[in-house]
Nanobody, 123 residues
Framework: QVQLVESGGGLVQAGESLRLSCAASGRTFGPYGMGWFRQAPGKEREFVAAITWSTGRTYSADSVKGRFTISRGNAKNTVHLQMNSLRPEDTAVYYC????????????????WGQGTQVTVSS
């Protein structure tokens, strides 16, 4: 059984930073890709950033380019999302996702999901 556990969400003011972390566990789990998605109230879940594990290649949504950075952590199967210059429109529940076959910006292609962590940015 694969488990993804997110941490690091919270309430910040516009312009401040947060760092989200996601730890994946499972006896034989080895991700091909891991990523972050977010979902604001009344909106669909949207892609934020992803990383292909073997190469370290990263992908990010246009809305966060230059502000958010995804990276592999030092601990096994851990990924971070450094979020700088946060805006009120970044307010959402942030989900970590992973898969053993894909690095994808499409939620339906990913098999493993965390429970989510709330990020709230006040103006």
């Amino acid at each position: 059984q694969v488990q993804l556990v997110e941490s690091g969400g919270g309430l910040v003011q516009a312009g401040e930073s947060l760092r989200l972390s996601c730890a994946a566990s499972g006896r034989t789990f080895g991700p091909y890709g891991m990523g972050w998605f977010r979902q604001a109230p009344g909106k669909e879940r949207e892609f934020v950033a992803a990383i292909t594990w073997s190469t370290g290649r990263t992908y990010s949504a246009d809305s966060v380019k230059g502000r958010f950075t995804i990276s592999r952590g030092n601990a096994k199967n851990t990924v971070h999302l450094q979020m700088n210059s946060l805006r009120p429109e970044d307010t959402a529940v942030y989900y970590c996702a992973a898969d053993t076959y894909y690095t994808s910006r499409y939620p339906y292609e990913l098999n493993y999901w965390g429970q989510g962590t709330q990020v709230t940015v006040s103006s």
